[in-house]
Structures are given as C-alpha cells and as structure tokens.
C-alpha cells in the first residue's frame, strides 16, 4: 500500500487502496514529540502509513499485527512523561468511503476521551448525535467476517442467552468448550472485540441484532 495512494483516496475520494484489511489507530500528542511517536509506530509495525485527519494523527496499519496498541503507548507515555489519548480503531475495508473516515475520525474527536479507547469505549462516550451514525461505520468495518458466518452468529446469540457463559452455551450448541473458545478468540481477531468483556459484548449484540 502505497502512500500516495492513501493520501489521494481521503483527500480526493479515489477508488480505495485498502485491498487488506488495515488497523486504524488515532493518536494525539505534542507536536514536538510526533516524529519521534511515528518513527518508532514504523519501526514496530510494517506496512504503516500515518497522516493527518482534524489534528490527529492518524496511523493505518497492515500487514502482521502483534504489538498491542495499548501496551505500545503506555510504554511511550512512560518514555515521553505525559500521558497520550489514543484510540485503537476500526478495521479499513474497501467498504468504506473516505467520507467514512473522516466522519469517523471527526466523531472520536467529539468523544468523552480517555487515554485507551476501542471501538467499545468509543461507542459508549460518542453523543446521541454520532451514535448511530458510529455504529453504522463499525457495522460495515469490523462486522464484514461475521454477517458471512451463519454458525459465528448461532455462536453469538447462543452466548448471549446463556449470559455468555461458555460452558452451558458448549452444551446447548453441542460443541465442545473450546470449539467455543476458539471462536470466541477468531471474533477478535476479526473485529478487535472481545466477547467476554461486557463493553465489547453489548456493542457485538447490538450490531447482531440490526443485521
């Protein structure tokens, strides 16, 4: 994914460059300290861009992903003093329009911040302006995996009525405990959302639920 390409797509709406799928994470931080915070995001990550949107900056990042956004900048703030708001975002797909980005980005900067959020976090402190709007945007970023796996979703929802409680839904489903595990961790690799932490479960049952 060339750089060029990314910058004429959000600045132009050019066809997308995102033919995998890309992190996207939102960073704030001094001005003399930027440089410094992209090089080493670079040095960890291959495959990153990072730009501009309204102030913030803004990393897309694909290829492999092991680093945990998280534990890399509780490291940075360690290093630079001060404590840096940043957001682990939603997952770039052709889906998406510039214009969604930019809302996207627009809508976090509207949020009630706290130095970590994901996308849980975000939808839980947006405005009841951005809430829906938000929710559509995850929707057709993070949702694409699950809408194409019917037993994801009869995993989902079995979940949820045994208040997701793996062990009784294994029993119900007449699946083994960690065939539910194991899709349990697949659902997070796919959408950053975990299942078994509440914030991250209410937003997954609400998308189940409008689909």
């Keep these: 994914m060339k750089e060029s390409k990314v910058i004429e797509f959000l600045n132009n709406n050019s066809p997308s460059p995102f033919t995998k799928k890309t992190k996207l994470v939102i960073y704030k931080s001094n001005n003399q300290d930027e440089e410094i915070i992209n090089n080493l995001i670079k040095d ?35 290093d630079i003093g001060y404590e ?16 969604d980005i930019t809302k996207y980005v627009n809508i976090y900067d509207r949020c009630k911040k706290a130095p970590y959020m994901d996308i849980a976090d975000m939808q839980l402190n947006s405005t009841k302006e951005d809430y829906f709007t938000l929710l559509d945007i995850i929707k057709r970023s993070n949702f694409t995996y699950i809408y194409k796996d019917i037993q994801t979703i009869d ?10 409680n793996v062990l009784q839904t294994s029993k119900v489903l007449y699946l083994h405990r960690n065939s539910i595990l194991n899709k349990i961790d697949t659902i997070y690799k796919e959408t950053g959302l975990h299942l078994q932490r509440f914030t991250n479960a209410f937003l997954i049952m609400q998308i189940i639920n409008e689909r």
């Design 44 to 78: 960890i990550y291959n495959g990153v861009i990072i730009t501009k949107i309204s102030n913030y900056n803004v990393c897309f990042i694909s290829g492999k992903y092991d680093v945990l956004i998280k534990d890399l900048f509780i490291t940075i703030s360690d």
């Design 84 to 99: 840096i708001c940043v957001h682990d975002g939603i997952y770039i797909n052709q889906d998406l329009s510039s214009d």
């Design 155 to 164: 995993i989902i929802e079995a979940l949820f009525k045994n208040n997701l």
